[in-house]
């Protein structure tokens, strides 16, 4: 039996597995005055949200039937590094007014989405940095069919080093949502191949992994004939495009009916302000431009925003090459690629990749062999860098509740203040805070781990609503008791 931690009307909830019943019980809310380094509620209590340990492993269970036992706002997701089945809490934080992300992100496990055409190695690559066998990585077009979605471990040194100093009953570490969809295909955004149900799916997202096969390999099929990256990269970009003129002809069609009123409230004024910034959007898109190129002001970000527009996504380019090529690191394609995104995509990163190589190293579970085999082999394995190079470009940072209990990395937007901080450990946080005493864990580090030099040298401070969490911060907050 796992049981809720605090007070409150409980709600018990029976999971049949294939052995064992257990029972959840969510507790209601409970009174909370002061977060304790583990970032729980009551002192001494696991970290938790609506009453539930965030994460919760539940054993001999069939998923779909724990899956059915939960409330709406718990799922069930496979987890690179933690036991699967795993809960995990989808949490909302505030969005950056200066931002074209998509409003609705969920930053502390922001998604991110393949995209590439049929058979680039999208699904091969989905399993080695997600440690899952979801996706149908085979040999023909559209192997993949319905989205797979899994969650990775962000590396972090810091979080290393933190778990190694207090050596924490519990370690959460931060992670990243990716999924895996279909391949893409000329004509996508005219409902060729699984065109447009591929084209929603991206955009439910918050930035994409666009993968482009840069390996010749006869037995495995492209679906336009040859390798020819420079090729798939405009058929990509095209699609996206195209996609992307079709919303926003829609909106703009939408606008003018409602601007056709006249009139000089504020709400018209709104609304012709939206229709200007719109036509310039679909000015750009025509002239063959990403939405995320262009320069953009607070009101313009406001307006863009609700299109969901594909072409506004940040973009990693993930150059797949093969094991040889990048072992040695030389392919004889990957000039022309980067002289393409040089050209089309100026500023967007580029990551050389051997997804077969990254494939070989996830199958090795012990992380000292993997080592070894990048040794032996001469070269390193690029899944950190793909990463961290997300969170970048998700402009994310992160913030440490540390204790004997939990050490746990919270991801936040960069440029967030203290009380919204506080409402990613817990949405009443963010109503009641009070104050923060905080720290950076350099300051920490530098002081060769020893919290009581750090306090003798006036380096522990308090801080207040306007404080802005700075990456890297070890925070403890102080939080007034939650209103019924």
Not at 1 to 8: A, E, L, N, P, S
Not at 216 to 241: F, K, M, Q, W
Not at 254 to 274: A, C, F, H, P, V
Request: glycine share 8%; with cysteine.
């Amino acid at each position: 039996m796992y049981t809720g931690v605090g007070k409150g009307r409980q709600r018990e909830a029976n999971v049949w597995g294939t052995k064992d019943i257990w029972t959840i019980k969510c507790a209601g809310d409970r009174d909370r005055d002061v977060a304790p380094p583990g970032g729980g509620g009551a002192a001494g209590a696991p970290a938790s949200l609506g009453g539930l340990p965030i994460h919760l492993q539940i054993l001999n269970t069939l998923e779909e039937e724990a899956q059915a036992a939960l409330t709406p706002t718990l799922r069930l997701l496979p987890i690179c590094g933690f036991p699967s089945p795993t809960i995990l809490h989808d949490v909302v934080l505030p969005r950056r007014s200066l931002s074209l992300l998509p409003p609705w992100s969920r930053l502390a496990n922001s998604p991110v989405q393949q995209v590439g055409l049929a058979n680039v190695g999208k699904s091969t690559l989905f399993q080695a940095i997600t440690r899952c066998t979801l996706g149908n990585p085979a040999n023909f077009p559209y192997a993949t069919i319905d989205p797979e979605e899994s969650r990775v471990i962000v590396p972090d040194d810091r979080y290393d080093w933190l778990c190694e100093k207090y050596n924490p009953k519990s370690r959460v570490p931060a992670n990243l949502t990716v999924t895996d969809i279909a391949g893409l295909t000329r004509g996508s955004s005219t409902g060729a191949g699984l065109g447009n149900a591929f084209l929603s799916h991206i955009r439910a997202v918050d930035a994409i992994f666009q993968v482009v096969r840069c390996f010749d390999d006869a037995e495995i099929i492209h679906i336009e004939g040859d390798v020819n990256p420079t090729r798939d990269l405009d058929i990509i970009s095209e699609e996206l495009r195209i996609k992307d003129i079709e919303f926003t002809e829609k909106a703009l069609e939408n606008l003018i009916k409602q601007t056709r009123r006249g009139g000089q409230s504020l709400e018209m004024k709104k609304l012709k302000e939206e229709q200007a910034c719109v036509e310039k959007v679909l000015e750009m898109l025509k002239e063959g431009k990403d939405v995320r190129k262009g320069t953009w002001g607070p009101k313009e970000i406001e307006a863009i925003n609700p299109l969901f527009l594909l072409t506004a996504k940040p973009v990693i380019y993930l150059v797949n090459l093969s094991e040889k090529d990048y072992v040695r690191k030389k392919n004889k394609h990957l000039p022309a690629v980067a002289e393409w995104i040089k050209t089309n995509s100026p500023g967007d990163p580029i990551i050389p990749v051997s997804i077969a190589y990254e494939s070989r190293l996830s199958l090795i579970d012990d992380p000292k062999e993997v080592k070894e085999e990048e040794k032996t082999s001469g070269a390193d394995s690029a899944l950190p860098k793909i990463i961290t190079t997300m969170r970048k470009a998700l402009d994310l940072g992160s913030f440490f509740t540390t204790g004997t209990d939990e050490v746990r990395q919270w991801t936040i937007r960069n440029g967030t203040k203290a009380p919204q901080a506080a409402g990613v450990i817990h949405g009443d946080f963010e109503k009641t805070f009070i104050q923060c005493i905080v720290y950076n864990y350099q300051t920490l580090r530098d002081e060769g781990g020893d919290e009581g030099e750090v306090r003798s040298k006036g380096k522990i401070m308090t801080k207040g609503k306007d404080y802005i969490v700075q990456d890297g911060d070890i925070i403890l907050i102080k939080a007034g008791a939650a209103k019924s």
